[in-house]
């Protein structure tokens, strides 16, 4: 069971782990130890509330493909237990992601007053850059 939001939890089910070798250094415990984590999810067969499926298949995240499942290879540690934690706190903070809400921007108006003051600067500034012309003697 994962925990995600203090209502909000994905089963086991739910979540898809397979275990691979991990690619890079490491030597030969690379070569005969499968540690790297392949964990799939998928939003659609989820019991995730439907504003969260919703803005995870808008995301533009490339960790979701375009069938809504999500793909994350975890292999950055050398055992499977912490590429496994790693994998489950990545998804954790995509579908955590997907909940917060945008704030509301109320498009607004420059007052009067800074209208005026930006212009007033305008000039101001003109007439500095027309006294420095030629001076006529």
Same mark, same amino acid.
């Given at each position: 069971? +994962? !925990?995600? !939001?203090? @209502?909000?939890? +994905?089963?086991?089910?739910?979540? /898809?782990?397979?275990?691979?070798?991990? =690619?890079?250094?490491?030597?030969?415990?690379?070569?005969?130890?499968?540690?790297?984590?392949?964990?799939?999810?998928?939003? /659609?067969?989820?019991? +995730?509330? #439907?504003?969260? *499926?919703?803005?995870?298949?808008?995301? @533009?995240?490339?960790?979701?493909?375009?069938?809504?499942?999500?793909?994350?290879?975890?292999?950055?540690?050398?055992?499977?237990?912490? @590429?496994?934690?790693?994998?489950?706190?990545?998804?954790?903070? +995509?579908?955590?992601?997907?909940?917060?809400? =945008?704030?509301?921007?109320?498009?607004?108006?420059?007052? *009067?007053?800074?209208?005026?003051?930006? %212009?007033? *600067?305008?000039?101001?500034?003109?007439?500095?850059? =027309? %006294? #420095?012309?030629?001076?006529?003697?």
């Amino acid at each position: 069971m +994962l !925990h995600v !939001h203090q @209502n909000i939890s +994905l089963a086991d089910w739910e979540i /898809e782990l397979s275990f691979i070798r991990a =690619q890079g250094a490491g030597g030969q415990n690379v070569n005969k130890v499968a540690s790297a984590v392949h964990l799939r999810f998928d939003i /659609e067969r989820s019991t +995730l509330p #439907r504003f969260y *499926k919703d803005k995870l298949l808008q995301m @533009n995240d490339q960790r979701i493909t375009k069938d809504g499942v999500v793909v994350i290879k975890a292999q950055q540690f050398r055992t499977q237990e912490k @590429n496994r934690d790693d994998a489950l706190a990545r998804l954790k903070a +995509l579908v955590q992601q997907a909940g917060v809400r =945008q704030k509301f921007r109320r498009p607004t108006k420059p007052s *009067k007053s800074s209208q005026r003051k930006r %212009m007033d *600067k305008k000039t101001q500034r003109g007439q500095v850059k =027309q %006294m #420095r012309g030629k001076v006529d003697v």
